[in-house]
């Protein structure tokens, strides 16, 4: 290509100052002279050229390839029903197609779903992989998809390009689908109370009616029949502190495109309004004040205390009026409010006839109903006196065998509670011997049930735990924790054992000894499975879409296994083993690939129209796929017939050379400039012979 350029000598000002003049010049001269002046301004002209260094410019160019990209849609809602399947063999039909389109480079551009809630973003993926090309060199862009874009642009002229958009979507027209979705859910509850939760159910293609289900940590609460896009409310009472998985589900639709919105799970933490303590001493000792420094130090923790400090068997002659202390309220506390407290706590507490023994029966039902018990024995214990001759032996876990050991002894975490969340990794109780502080009194008991978990001298059992219908029982067989919080012999973690018992009682669910848990970070699943046993049950994991694994769990303490993975897929995952269940969310809880999965082709029309592309379903109606031929189409604003889209081609092209021949300089110009000079003597000279 062969073109003319000039680079001044001098500034473009002066030249233009210097044409005007000759300009000027040249008139005057030919007025005056007639028009053999001409010449001498043809030679003044060529000096001002001369000043403008023109030159011939060869360009040796190449036509350069046009870019087509082809955006592949791989989000989560691509892999419904038969759609990865379309989309493959589409993106190899077009790949096949774009091949043989001469002068076409074609970029493949692969679009996952993002770490966050973002949605399908294949035009920011477009706008990346056309960073680095001309806005001119871009002939179209195909986009393979679902349909449900979440980036869609508001004009055409936000592509930074001017080419067409055809959208190639997957799925079918007739696609039906069901999705449950939470209106309201708290996050936090009281403990005891109900919290209501608000859910709406939508249908396609179904009946109207579906089947709703309300589990909370795996026990079904509620089943009834609903109305497809009508708002519910549901109670769910809140069992216990700490995190209540409740999981609402509807009914499969049969031939839906997927079963990983049938469900929706909300963790609602439960939180104790106050923990209702009763402490019951029986007489006062050194270690009465430990128990009550410990509850009174929790702000959490609503205390009742009473000592006996008067037996019935006393008399000595003093007068009630004259007595400071006041009447045991043994019915007000047993039988009248008994069911306001969560924990009922006997310290070194004898059967003195102060309690009838419906009390005690009150006491029975009220574990069994899910209430709390600790007995914290002494020597009564061994005696005819002891509670376990009372109707609360049918709850404690031991028998005493009249034994008191009164002699310095080291407690120790037995092999069951090295396994058992309450005694696990005491502080100083990994060494051997412990590195805590001798007691010095333990109470002989036959154990019948529930699981030792610290034992005393000669290994006899010291602390038991039992579940005991509802709720819970804890039997210390020694009263002298106390030498702990004294610091005797260096003292030991007196408030980390009392602190973990008690929210043990409270059914914590850390402090479980069967429990399933699981949490996620990034796209990493942790799971952990906690069990008394020598190993654990199969994990089994179910992901979004349906696939169910087994994992390999491995000890990481013991009676503690973990396992870890990566998810494969953005969704709600569910865990079972045995009778545990438990929910992980990898990304967001309601991720929007899942509010609505039915393929569209209404969202990219717009663009599409804009840039005088189409857009279309690959599916066609015998079942196989439709993909239409590709061709340029060089003028014209529309790109798309009923079988074909149009690429934009464009004259772009690559500078291999330049080759520049100055015309103002060297002997050429010299010469040339010397002939008209001459020329102008000679007519100039012919002129004056004639005069």
Same mark, same amino acid.
């Given at each position: 290509m062969l073109s003319l350029s000039f680079s001044p000598l001098v500034p473009m000002a002066v030249i233009y100052g210097l044409a005007v003049l000759v300009v000027i010049a040249a008139v005057v001269a030919i007025i005056a002279r007639g028009l053999t002046a001409a010449v001498r301004a043809l030679a003044l002209a060529l000096l001002l050229a001369a000043l403008a260094n023109p030159a011939l410019v060869q360009e040796n160019r190449e036509k350069a390839k046009d870019i087509v990209a082809l955006v592949v849609d791989r989000s989560g809602s691509q892999q419904l029903g038969d759609r990865r399947a379309q989309t493959d063999a589409a993106v190899k039909a077009l790949e096949d197609r774009l091949s043989q389109v001469p002068d076409i480079e074609t970029r493949v551009v692969d679009v996952t779903d993002g770490s966050g809630d973002d949605g399908t973003r294949l035009f920011t993926a477009l706008g990346r992989s056309l960073a680095d090309v001309p806005a001119e060199r871009v002939a179209g862009a195909l986009m393979v998809t679902d349909g449900v874009v979440h980036d869609i642009p508001g004009s055409a002229d936000q592509l930074g390009f001017k080419a067409? #958009?055809?959208? &190639?979507?997957?799925?079918?027209?007739d696609e039906r689908d069901r999705r449950v979705a939470l209106i309201e859910a708290p996050r936090f509850g009281i403990v005891g109370r109900d919290q209501m939760l608000r859910v709406q159910t939508f249908e396609r293609g179904g009946t109207g009616t579906m089947r709703l289900t309300v589990r909370r940590d795996g026990q079904t609460l509620l089943t009834r029949d609903v109305v497809a896009g009508a708002p519910i409310s549901v109670p769910v009472r809140i069992e216990h502190g700490g995190p209540n998985i409740v999981e609402v589900e509807v009914d499969a639709l049969p031939g839906e495109l997927t079963t990983a919105n049938n469900r929706t799970v909300v963790t609602i933490e439960g939180v104790r309004d106050k923990l209702r303590v009763l402490l019951v001493s029986g007489e006062p000792h050194p270690g009465e004040r430990t128990w009550r420094n410990l509850l009174?130090?929790?702000?959490?923790?609503?205390?009742?205390?009473? /000592?006996?400090?008067?037996?019935?068997?006393?008399?000595?002659?003093?007068?009630?009026n004259e007595l400071s202390?006041?009447?045991?309220?043994? *019915?007000? &506390?047993?039988?009248?409010?008994?069911?306001?407290?969560?924990?009922?706590?006997?310290? $070194?507490? !004898?059967?003195? +006839?102060?309690?009838? +023994?419906?009390?005690?029966?009150? #006491?029975?039902?009220?574990?069994?109903?899910?209430?709390?018990? =600790?007995? !914290?024995?002494?020597p009564e214990f061994a005696g005819p006196a002891s509670l376990a001759r009372t109707s609360l032996g049918e709850v404690l876990p031991a028998e005493p065998d009249g034994r008191v050991v009164e002699r310095p002894f080291r407690a120790a975490v037995t092999n069951t509670g090295q396994r058992h969340p309450v005694t696990r990794n005491l502080p100083g109780g990994n060494s051997n011997p412990p590195a805590w502080g001798d007691w010095l009194r333990l109470l002989g008991a036959d154990v019948h049930g529930g699981s030792v978990v610290m034992s005393g001298a000669d290994n006899s059992p010291l602390l038991v735990l039992q579940r005991e219908g509802k709720g819970r029982v804890a039997l210390l067989l020694s009263d002298h924790v106390w030498l702990w919080a004294r610091g005797f012999e260096n003292g030991g973690p007196q408030v980390d054992l009392l602190r973990r018992l008690a929210h043990w009682m409270m059914k914590e669910p850390e402090l479980e000894e069967e429990a399933l848990r699981a949490s996620s970070r990034g796209n990493t699943? /942790?799971?952990? *499975?906690?069990?008394?046993?020598?190993?654990? @049950?199969?994990?089994?994991?179910?992901?979004?879409?349906?696939?169910? +694994?087994? =994992?390999?769990?491995? @000890?990481?303490? @013991?009676? &503690?296994? /973990?396992? +870890?993975? /990566?998810?494969?897929?953005?969704? =709600?995952? $569910?865990? !079972?083993?045995?009778d545990l269940t438990a929910f992980v969310s990898v990304g967001p809880e309601n991720p929007k690939e899942l509010a609505d999965v039915f393929s569209d082709t209404d969202r990219l029309e717009p663009i599409a129209t804009a840039t005088g592309g189409s857009v279309r379903r690959v599916a066609s109606a015998g079942g196989g796929l439709d993909i239409p031929r590709i061709m340029t189409v060089s003028s014209g604003s529309r790109f798309a017939g009923s079988d074909w889209i149009g690429l934009k081609p464009s004259d772009s092209a690559i500078i291999r050379g330049v080759t520049v021949v100055p015309l103002g300089l060297g002997f050429a110009g010299l010469a040339l400039l010397a002939g008209v000079v001459l020329a102008a003597w000679l007519v100039e000279g012919r002129r004056t012979r004639r005069a």
């Open positions: 067409p #958009i055809h959208g &190639l979507i997957t799925g079918r027209p009174k130090s929790d702000a959490n923790v609503d205390l009742v205390h009473f /000592t006996i400090l008067r037996p019935p068997e006393k008399q000595d002659g003093t007068p009630i202390l006041i009447a045991f309220p043994t *019915r007000a &506390l047993f039988q009248q409010r008994i069911k306001d407290f969560d924990l009922i706590i006997f310290d $070194r507490y !004898a059967n003195q +006839s102060v309690l009838p +023994s419906i009390y005690y029966d009150n #006491i029975v039902q009220f574990v069994q109903d899910g209430g709390a018990l =600790l007995v !914290a024995a002494g699943i /942790t799971v952990e *499975r906690q069990t008394m046993a020598d190993q654990p @049950p199969p994990v089994r994991l179910t992901s979004p879409s349906g696939q169910e +694994s087994e =994992l390999v769990m491995r @000890p990481s303490e @013991p009676g &503690l296994f /973990t396992a +870890s993975l /990566t998810a494969p897929e953005l969704g =709600l995952y $569910r865990l !079972a083993s045995g």
